[in-house]
């Protein structure tokens, strides 16, 4: 079965410093692992996706994530915030063999000045 | 959010009715699926369709109800049976046919039991 945690519920930055958000993720198969954005009361936008390609994985608005298949992580990097960031994050995990994806929990990011 | 389509944005419904959240998509795609959301709960998933005439429940179905009829509409009916509606409705498709299985979202209905 396939699980996705989201180690941090709400994440606090100021503009300009650096983002992290963590996804750890379990699954039987090799995982395609996607991060998407969503800002309030919106449908959900994708950032990036790994399947199987680049471990380094680089997606639009400056974020980027890395796949490491030994710590079962995929976590959301960016190196400098900036307030338009500020939104809500889901980790998501689908495996190849799977017909459906799981979400995580969600990260709230906000950006202060 | 590009060529799905939700409608409406915000619904209202008293205790006991059913209503019907529409979902209509052009992007040709196969697979569609319906979310609900709940605060600090991520997405679960409802039903989903890979294919018209043929559905499937999800993790949280009970009190929910489908159709696909036709590939680019996949409507969801909330019945009186669902204890707790108020929620987030998210629709999403994906192209089973292609390798990149990117899931794209609609912007979502909200609704809100009186």
């Known amino acids: 079965a396939q699980s996705v945690t989201q180690l941090d519920s709400h994440v606090s930055v100021s503009e300009g410093t650096p983002v992290l958000l963590r996804c750890n993720y379990s699954?039987?198969?090799?995982?395609?692992l996607f991060w998407y954005v969503q800002h309030p009361n919106k449908g959900l936008q994708l950032l990036l996706k790994y399947t199987s390609a680049a471990t380094l994985v680089k997606g639009i608005n400056g974020f980027e994530a890395e796949f490491k298949k030994s710590e079962t992580s995929f976590h959301l990097t960016k190196p400098s915030a900036h307030m338009s960031d500020a939104a809500e994050y889901f980790c998501?995990?689908?495996?190849?063999?799977?017909?459906?994806?799981?979400f995580g929990p969600g990260t709230r990011l906000s950006v202060l000045p | 959010d590009g060529g799905i389509t939700q409608s409406p944005k915000y619904l209202f419904r008293k205790e006991g009715q059913n209503v019907t959240l529409s979902c209509e998509q052009n992007?040709?795609?196969?697979?569609m699926y319906w979310y609900r959301q709940d605060p600090g709960q991520g997405l679960r998933l409802i039903y989903y369709s890979q294919i018209v005439n043929d559905f499937q429940k999800g993790d949280i179905a009970e009190g929910y109800s489908v159709s696909r009829e036709k590939k680019e509409s996949f409507p969801l009916t909330v019945t009186s049976a669902q204890k707790n509606p108020t929620a987030f409705y998210l629709c999403?498709?994906?192209?089973?046919?292609?390798?990149?299985?990117?899931?794209?979202f609609g912007p979502g209905t909200r609704l809100t039991v009186l």
């Open positions: 999403a498709t994906t192209d089973p046919g292609r390798s990149t299985d990117t899931q794209y």
């Open positions: 699954s039987s198969y090799s995982p395609s």
């Open positions: 998501v995990v689908r495996d190849n063999y799977g017909q459906n994806f799981v």
């Open positions: 992007l040709n795609h196969d697979a």
